[in-house]
């Protein structure tokens, strides 16, 4: 069964995945039914049959007789594209006179220019280091205070 399916879906020209989503069944449901891991169900084989109304239950099922239902049934006759398409009747005109133009209103949020402010730098006095502490990893430490500074 696994060939005849493989065949409906080479006429379709659909892969095993679009094939799965337009007959409503699990992608892995149809790679076991396509390895031969499983045989499809009743279930498969009616949805198959309900989307693709022109195969043969008999041919999909046994493998007798062709795999194109020789029977026309009224889904399969197409129908013309205008058969149930009513007349369009032109739209009338609209006068135009009676037809209001509102004013054209100016945004109430218009653009302001940013105002520039000049950036002024408080003068302070050079700031001047008065101790450094320095700690040894002998657990002692030295202070230096004002002139006694090393540099």
């Given at each position: 069964?696994?060939?005849?399916i493989?065949a ?9 995945s679009?094939f799965?989503e337009?007959i409503?069944?699990?992608?892995s449901?149809?790679?076991?039914i396509?390895?031969g ?6 279930d498969v084989?009616?949805k ?5 109304k022109?195969v ?10 062709n ?8 889904d ?5 594209l205008?058969?149930?398409n009513?007349?369009?009747?032109p739209?009338?005109q609209?006068?135009l ?10 945004s109430?949020?218009?653009y ?6 000049e950036?002024r730098?408080?003068e302070?006095?050079p ?5 450094i502490r ?5 657990n002692?430490?030295?202070i230096?205070?004002?002139?006694k500074?090393?540099?």
């Amino acid at each position: 069964m696994k060939d005849r399916i493989e065949a409906i879906m080479k006429r379709e020209h659909m892969t095993p995945s679009s094939f799965a989503e337009s007959i409503e069944i699990q992608r892995s449901t149809l790679t076991h039914i396509l390895r031969g891991r499983n045989n499809p169900s009743l279930d498969v084989v009616m949805k198959i049959h309900q989307r693709f109304k022109y195969v043969n239950l008999d041919w999909l099922l046994y493998g007798n007789g062709n795999m194109i239902n020789q029977e026309k049934t009224s889904d399969d006759l197409q129908r013309s594209l205008f058969d149930e398409n009513e007349e369009i009747k032109p739209i009338p005109q609209v006068d135009l006179e009676y037809r209001k133009e509102m004013p054209l209103k100016t945004s109430e949020n218009t653009y302001k220019e940013p105002v520039k402010e000049e950036i002024r730098y408080i003068e302070r006095p050079p700031r001047k280091i008065t101790e450094i502490r320095i700690f040894f990893d002998d657990n002692t430490f030295e202070i230096f205070k004002g002139e006694k500074m090393p540099f």
